[in-house]
């Protein structure tokens, strides 16, 4: 399918007439693209009710049934974003799960989550969002027991390896990747401290417990920054 696109018009020099309004097409693709960036940013701006179809199409300089064709409506292109945006984090958080050191699995582990609130902040600003559709494609709470699930068999091989019982892993995972989330949302307006700073005390706590805790934590990965 094809999509045109009126852009501005303009008159050639010595000549009172306008020329024609040239149109760019668009495919298909790069129309659905568009609108899933363009609902992307109103749905992390305003939030599900606060976001129209009507806006959404303005946005995208079409008409609303342009929108209804990609996604039937504005339920179907929140479920799409949201699938988008947790498939991209669980694939970042699983992907940098390489080292064999467990406490530099739990900095990899922080990392990744503060790196796609670093770059995808839009996207993690959806959701963290209570979804509104009780048919979307998931949540929040749900994204966080799939990190979890792939946390608990490392775990899970820690602690039998140490002689503790492996079927605690899962509850250790949860707790883990919960922690990390959690001051993730925090993290997701202050900023501060650096990412770095963050991910080193997030370990710190993980790794010491309270009852050993640094007083200046450090990481001992390759990664510093």
């Known amino acids: ?45 305003k939030g599900f009710e606060g976001t129209s179809v009507e806006e959404i199409a303005a946005k995208a300089g079409v008409s609303k049934p342009v929108v209804y064709e990609h996604f039937g409506g504005k339920e179907g292109l929140y479920a799409v974003v949201v699938d988008r945006e947790m498939r991209r984090l669980l ?24 790196d796609y609130i670093e770059e995808y902040t839009d996207g993690f600003r959806i959701l963290v969002r209570d979804s509104p559709i009780p048919q979307s494609t998931g949540s929040f ?52 401290p650096k990412k770095a700073e963050v991910a080193a005390h997030l370990v710190n706590l993980a790794w010491h417990g309270l009852d050993g805790i640094e007083a200046k934590p450090h990481l001992i990965g390759r990664r510093k920054a």
Not at 146 to 167: C, H, M, N, W, Y
Request: with cysteine.
């Open 1 to 45: 399918m094809m999509v045109a696109v009126a852009t501005d018009s303009s008159s050639t020099p010595g000549n009172d007439k306008p020329r024609r309004a040239r149109r760019t097409r668009m495919t298909g693709a790069e129309r659905r693209q568009q609108l899933l960036e363009i609902g992307r940013t109103l749905f992390a701006a």
């Open 91 to 114: 694939d970042m958080v699983t992907s940098s799960l390489t080292a064999g050191h467990p406490r530099e699995l739990c900095e990899q582990a922080a990392f990744a989550l503060l």
């Open 141 to 192: 709470a749900s994204l966080i027991s799939d990190i979890a699930t792939q946390v608990e068999d490392i775990l899970g091989r820690e602690f039998k390896s140490r002689g503790f019982d492996p079927k605690l892993a899962p509850l250790y995972a949860q707790a883990l990747v919960g922690m990390v989330a959690l001051t993730g949302q925090w993290w997701l307006d202050v900023r501060r």
